[in-house]
């Protein structure tokens, strides 16, 4: 039966990572997409290099508040609590 | 799980006037704040208006919290709200695309990086293949100033959608919530952003490389 399925292009797996990732994809998508990364060096590496990404972003420090605006809040908090 | 328990006290310790608990909740939640009133404003001193408008709001309203909803959703919403009110304000329109991409297509990688769709052979196969990333380079300082300049390029609602996601490790239903997406375009603009961040990164290392 899996000979009559159409095979996914590279082109088209990389539109699918994030699916693939989110577990998005239904039963039969996910064993054409992991078929194809299977016999596929270059979407292998690609698969790889999304999840390296994600793993990046979720170490990459985050954005701090400048001590001004964190002043400017804390004083509205006061203004708050006292009326 | 024990974030209902902790949302408890920290809303108890709120409404006690607990100075500390405040600057917490807003330690941890005004740099997403301004993301995401980055979607609908046009300035980044506009966005901080919003968040500001916003913590007022919220300690306005945090006698009539209820928690239907988590905290986190409730202060969104109202972000939202208000950063919707002041766009009209400033006459801003919303592209018609920004919070529903699939009108818009976009490729995740570049089409020349593969052969013809009509080849005879192999077609949409690599014509380029991407290469593996060298280990050390990954973890180096300038690797993470590339990857802060990639997010920063996106449009605004792409980099809400993938700040909350994979820099603050939202789940998808949250960030769904917090912006008022539908599943699929919740996925779509986060695949969108993350394949322009792994495309900036792979331009980075080679160039690194080489």
Known sequence: ?83 | MAQAASEEKLLAALRAGDEDAFRELVREYQPSLVRVARIYVSTQAAAEEVAAETWLAVLNGLDRFEGRSSLRTWIFRILTNIAKTRAVRDGRTLPFSALDPGRVPEAAVAPDRFLDPEHPRWPGHWAVKPGPWPEDALLAAETRERIAEAIEALPATQRAVISLRDIEGWSSEEVRNALDLSETNQRVLLHRARSKVRAALEDYLNEAGT
């Open chain 1, 1 to 83: 039966m899996n000979e009559h399925v159409e095979q996914l292009s590279c082109q088209e797996l990389v539109e699918l990572v994030t699916n693939y990732l989110e577990g998005a994809l239904s039963e039969e998508e996910r064993l054409r997409f992991e078929d194809h990364i299977g016999r596929c060096q270059g979407c292998k590496v690609y698969l790889e290099q999304m999840r390296q990404t994600v793993s990046l972003l979720g170490h990459l420090p985050e954005a701090a508040l400048s001590p001004n605006a964190e002043a400017e809040l804390l004083e509205a908090f006061r203004g708050w609590r006292s009326a």
